[in-house]
């Protein structure tokens, strides 16, 4: 069976592509648009399809829009209570209308093989049926919004989903995180994460205030108004951050930890099962992970690298086919290019290059050498994190490190940065979190002895939001090698792109990034540019 399955309703637009039950490819709309999040979530844009990804995506397995036998858009427009939001009867007729947007961006495509699978549905099996380990499990889903919610629990037994709660908006702890992302001057869908990593600059001063007005009930939680100006001045983006706005964003982020690790006890009372999988925006949340992780109930953890929108694709597409599910892969499921096609490029550009004896090897002398390297490499993640295809690495003995990086993406300096490491290190420098963790979704402690030799990658609180590295014969002998000069087995990893800006996802995006930005060296391919 050959499944397409599409998420364009709100923000993240993403095609992704199964076929009989495995997962061929999966790729967000941005990487092609160049738009960051490649739109903005109001009721006006609900119409845009992500015509560019989906096309990759039938052309990645050689088919046509006329050889599907479903395409999977992951809302129910059926569901949506219109009386939620101004506005929203508009979102709800573009949503109608997707089956004929769609056939019109898909030249070929019957409009009566689209179905609409509801939104939380469709994060659900994005992890539940994707989990490297199969089988039963439990399923939390946490997000913004969906047609008219924005949490589901539940289990699966054998693919069939079971719903054990949700929770009716106006209720919402990722709304809730994003009216407190804008109060405090960032852009909401989109600069949450910055959101948490502020949180760790000071204490949670208005806990009990949140401990009230947020409270878990059955299952499921109610929110009262908070009045954010009461407790932090509003901020403009180009405003100072204080400690009074560290302090509001701790407190949010602490009573978000409480409530999630309430709703997953009471989910395993529920099922009884000891493996959780996670998704929606709520599961980017590293840090609330890693306490679901270290004090919930369940052995094992497994959060979807796409928890976002943009994974709401592939789930759609999983929750329609009729075939049995194979595990994800992995995250690299974008666009991938060959060595002809890299040197190419290069060669077009006019650029000098080297070709040398071995590309993990010069990358790890460069960074020996306390230079920054653009990572270009195999095919390009799905999902917000850069996993060692599309990554800015650097030296992490240097503490300096975080400030260079922060200026060469243009970005805040309290944003932390992330340490790639050797699975088979890992334990030996990083505690608490699970461990493998490839998809950077948890935060780490870092061991005492290890703090003053990588301060790059140390957040202010001494923990790091480690990826692990098991698999990849490149990247694994570019830590063994540079392991061997600096007597360390992690290297900084943050994402190759600039503030504002999707991650590079061609040669050329990469080229761009490289030439407009202090990067020492490009990796690209067997290929390395010097600066």
């Given amino acids: 069976m050959r499944v397409l399955g599409i998420n364009a309703v709100f923000h993240d637009p993403a095609a992704a592509l199964v076929v009989d039950g495995e997962v061929v490819a999966a790729a967000e709309e941005e990487r092609f648009s160049r738009r960051k999040h490649g739109k903005r979530p109001v009721p006006f844009s609900a119409w845009e399809q992500p015509e560019l990804s989906a096309r990759w995506c039938l052309e990645q397995a050689g088919l046509t829009a006329a050889d599907l036998d479903a395409v999977a858009y992951s809302y129910d427009p059926a569901l949506v209570d219109q009386e939620y939001a101004p506005w929203e009867e508009l979102r709800t007729t573009y949503a109608r209308k997707a089956p004929q947007f769609l056939s019109t961006s898909l030249p070929g495509l019957d409009p009566d093989i689209v179905r609409f699978v509801p939104h939380h549905v469709a994060h659900a099996a994005s992890t539940g049926l994707a989990a490297p380990f199969g089988g039963n499990c439990a399923v939390l889903v946490a997000d913004g919004r969906g047609e008219c919610g924005s949490h589901l629990a539940g289990r699966y037994v054998d693919q069939e989903l079971t719903t054990f709660a949700s929770q009716r908006l106006p209720h919402s702890l990722g709304l809730m995180y994003e009216d407190l ?137 999983l929750a329609l086919t009729s075939d049995v599910v194979a595990p994800m892969p992995g995250a690299d499921l974008g666009r991938g290019f060959s060595d002809d096609e890299i040197e190419a490029v290069l060669r077009t550009a006019a650029v000098s290059y080297e070709r040398p ?46 400030t260079r990086l922060n200026d060469v993406k243009g970005r805040e300096q309290f944003r932390p940065v992330a340490p790639m490491v050797l699975a088979s290190r890992a334990e030996d420098v990083f505690t608490r979190g699970p461990i493998p963790s490839p998809y950077m979704l948890f935060v780490h402690d870092v061991r005492p002895e290890w703090i003053d030799r990588i301060p790059a990658v140390v957040h202010v609180d001494g923990t790091a939001r480690a990826q692990t590295v098991a698999g990849d014969p490149l990247l694994e002998r570019m830590l063994h090698e540079f392991e061997a000069r600096s007597g360390v087995p992690v290297v900084v990893n943050t994402s190759l792109n600039t503030a504002g800006r999707p991650m590079v996802d061609t040669p050329r995006d990469a080229l761009e990034c490289f030439g407009s930005s202090p990067i020492d060296l490009l990796a690209i391919g067997p290929f390395v540019v010097r600066r």
């Fill in 181 to 317: 992302t804008e109060h405090l001057g960032f852009l909401r869908s989109s600069d949450e994460y910055k959101v948490m990593a502020l949180a760790s600059h000071a204490d949670p001063a208005h806990l009990d205030l949140m401990r009230s007005h947020i409270v878990v009930r059955d299952g499921g939680f109610e929110i009262q108004p908070i009045d954010w100006s009461a407790l932090a001045k509003q901020r403009a983006a180009d405003d100072e951050l204080t400690r009074e706005h560290a302090e509001l964003a701790a407190s949010v982020q602490v009573r978000l930890e409480e409530v999630l690790l309430e709703l997953v006890r009471w989910l395993h009372e529920r099922t009884g099962e000891t493996r959780l999988t996670m998704a929606g925006g709520v599961a980017l949340n590293c840090v609330a992970n890693t306490r679901i992780f270290a004090e919930g109930p369940f052995d094992e953890v497994w959060v979807q690298p796409a928890a976002g929108d943009s994974g709401t694709a592939l789930g759609a597409a």
């Fill in 357 to 402: 004896a071995d590309v993990a090897s010069e990358v790890a002398e460069a960074l020996a050498a306390n230079k920054i390297v653009a990572w270009f490499q195999g095919r390009s993640e799905y999902g917000p994190r850069a996993l060692g295809r599309r990554s800015l690495l650097a030296n992490p003995c240097f503490a300096e490190n975080l």
